[in-house]
């Protein structure tokens, strides 16, 4: 099963990626240490998705600043998981939030779920705030002569994700639909879906993969993801043959080539979508994750998932 790793995992890092577009990495990228995304301009920055903590955005917050940007703020929520939206009401009521309509659904239901699963992070004052502005499939923000397009291609790594594409610079900002180095995670979301995605994402052409997690990539990304998507309709498919529940199944095979991932017990989260859709059923219809996550606990050797947010 490895060491837990090291606390505490490492500075935020600002990595030029174009001219005055930014992913802000925060290592090691496992739970709850999401990237974000920074696309400067004359009028203000586009932020894409904020932090887990009141102390990470802040932390974020004053990266955006410190860039030269005008000072309108936008932020941008790939979907609806705490690391990525927790982080909103830190940009003030001047900044406008902007998702897909069925994330802020999400974001409104699920609430602060999220800080139940890992009571001893300190998550600070953390309060919701729900998008200003949504959209249905597709929305373009001009920063200059900048466009960003906020795509959304079906459900994927939830059921309403956004994907931000620099068309002229090539850059994708995917969410976690992709997460370079770490163990992708579809329990509220879909294996199939994802796949189908990942063809879409493809298509767009981009040179530079920014993940919601992990290392800026390149299109290689979209392979290491599919590679672990289509290994897991395997397992799950054997399983269900054999009869095993998704939790002995994953205990079976283990993480296999895929070892090196970061968060490898997601596998039997991930069992539990590809089990889900064997059976049938719409696809990214609501699991209990709750109970999933008390499972991955179990495959951990009862450890907690290690989340340094
Ligand atoms: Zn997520």
Not at 22 to 30: I, N, S
Not at 95 to 119: N, S, Y
Not at 132 to 161: C, K, M, N, Q, Y
Not at 234 to 259: H, I, K, M, N
């Amino acid at each position: 099963m490895g060491e837990p790793r090291p606390a505490g995992a490492g500075d935020p890092e600002l990595v030029e990626v174009a001219d005055g577009v930014y992913a802000y990495l925060q290592p090691d990228g496992g739970w709850c240490l999401n990237n974000a995304g920074v696309i400067t301009g004359r009028s203000g920055a586009v932020v894409v998705d904020t932090a887990a903590t009141v102390r990470r955005a802040e932390r974020l917050r004053a990266a955006v600043d410190s860039l030269g940007a005008g000072p309108g703020r936008t932020v941008v929520n790939t979907h609806f998981h705490g690391d990525h939206t927790f982080g909103n009401s830190v940009f003030g009521p001047a900044a406008t939030v902007i998702a897909h309509a069925g994330t802020r659904t999400e974001m409104a239901e699920t609430g602060l779920g999220l800080t139940a699963l890992w009571p001893d992070v300190h998550w600070g004052e953390v309060r919701l705030v729900l998008p200003d502005v949504t959209h249905h499939g597709g929305l373009t923000l001009h920063t200059d002569d900048r466009r960003i397009e906020l795509l959304h291609f079906g459900p994927a790594h939830t059921r309403s994700d956004t994907v931000v594409w620099l068309p002229e610079e090539r850059v994708l900002f995917t969410g976690d639909i992709v997460m370079p180095g770490c163990t992708p995670f579809v329990l509220m979301g879909t294996v199939e879906g994802s796949l189908a995605t990942l063809e879409r994402l493809r298509a767009l052409g981009a040179t530079t993969v920014v993940g919601g997690h992990g290392r800026v990539a390149g299109p290689e990304a979209f392979d290491e993801t599919e590679a672990y998507l289509r290994w897991i309709q395997d397992v799950a498919a054997e399983g269900v043959r054999e009869g095993l529940t998704p939790l002995e199944a994953g205990r079976r095979c283990g993480p296999q080539e895929f070892a090196g991932l970061l968060d490898p017990e997601r596998l039997v989260g991930n069992l539990h979508r590809a089990w889900a859709e064997l059976e049938g059923g719409e696809l990214g219809r609501p699991l209990d994750p709750v109970a999933v996550f008390r499972e991955m606990t179990e495959y951990n050797g009862g450890r907690l998932p290690a989340c340094h947010a």
